[in-house]
């Protein structure tokens, strides 16, 4: 892994210094059902006019691995371009029958569980592959699960840029200062991904991020 | 009736990534919660979750995990931070305290920044 790392930086770095054109990969990562599907349908709605993805409430919905190609977005004078990768929800467990609570048959419960855990795999060997990440947490949520701990560590540990985004801040249970206090070394942006709230301010962030 | 298994540094500081995560989820399997001195590094927690999941059966549903970990005192002197990393170096980073529950026992573990709630399923749930 610090190899890995220090690959990125050098890559980062080489990029800079030569103004190389590369692809650069902004992945959305979080726990599941915290909006990063929503969050790319906004983005992809508000740049490209169509939607990425389809959106639940069941958790797991997204399973693979979405990449969205080209995605160039603008915020004042600054323009970006980039591949959007969105991610299966980490999580730590699944249980199959924590679906059938969603009214899903038996077989679909267990269809379902499978494709997450390997949803899950798979996010977490995407990791290496990103330039730069939006972890999308759910504002409503405590911030301080280990899930959340463990994807910001490994992206600190790889030196991969990270934006935090508190996602559905329309929600009266929404509290960014909690997320704000639990990663005070990331700046936190609160959105939401479904009404488009503050959204301009987080196309400015990531132009930043990017660059 | 809980069991928990605690895993002193001595026992796992001499193992490599995949002996140690292989440990943990051996005992956790066993339906017991470990009590871990220290860490794990951020790539073994996602080594962690990425094994469980290729483990996960219609038994095992995964794990529950928190970390607890001593604040970061800032505007620490020079001298002060030297001598903590010297130590980490010498004796190895002990610093921590890491619980791994099984999901079928351990129905969350929230965390605030100063205390810890780990809550229990009420009964053994039956499996379809």
């Known amino acids: ?211 | 009736m809980l069991t928990f298994q605690l895993i002193p540094y001595s026992e796992i500081s001499g193992l490599n990534s995949e002996a140690k995560i292989k440990k943990i989820l051996n005992i956790v399997k066993e339906n017991k919660i470990v009590l871990m001195q220290g860490k794990l590094k951020p790539s073994e927690e996602t080594t962690l979750i990425q094994r469980t999941m290729e483990d996960v059966t219609r038994e095992f549903s995964g794990i529950e995990l928190c970390t607890v970990y001593p604040a970061e005192k800032r505007n620490r002197e020079l001298w002060a931070i030297l001598k903590a990393l010297m130590v980490k170096y010498i004796i190895g980073d002990r610093e921590g305290l890491t619980i791994i529950g099984p999901a079928s026992v351990v129905k969350e573990i929230k965390k605030d920044p100063n205390r810890i709630e780990l809550f229990m399923h009420s009964k053994k749930k039956k499996k379809r």
Not at chain 1, 13 to 38: A, M
Request: with cysteine; glycine share 6%; hydrophobic share 40%.
């Open chain 1, 1 to 211: 892994m610090v190899i890995r790392s220090f690959q990125n930086f050098l890559n980062r770095l080489l990029g800079r210094l030569f103004k190389t054109k590369r692809t650069i990969k902004l992945g959305l990562y979080g726990p599941p059902n915290s909006g990063k599907t929503s969050l790319a349908n906004r983005i992809c709605i508000d740049w490209l006019g169509k939607e990425m993805g389809t959106v639940s409430a069941i958790p797991h919905e997204t399973r693979e691995i979405n990449i969205k190609e080209n995605v160039t977005i603008k915020a004042g004078n600054k323009k970006i371009s980039f591949n959007l990768v969105d991610t299966p929800g980490i999580a730590t467990k699944i249980d199959y029958e924590d679906f059938l609570k969603f009214k899903l048959n038996p077989k679909d419960a267990k269809d379902r569980s499978k494709e997450a855990t390997k949803g899950v795999i798979d996010a977490i060997k995407w990791l290496d592959d990103m330039n730069c990440v939006i972890m999308v947490l759910d504002s409503t949520k405590n911030p301080y699960s280990q899930v959340n701990i463990t994807i910001i560590g490994n992206l600190a540990a790889r030196n991969i840029p990270v934006l935090v985004v508190g996602n559905k801040t329309d929600l009266k249970k929404a509290n960014l200062k909690k997320l704000e206090s639990a990663f005070p070394q990331y700046k936190v942006i609160g959105i939401s991904a479904l009404k488009g709230d503050n959204v301009d301010e987080l196309y400015k962030e990531m132009t930043r991020l990017v660059n």
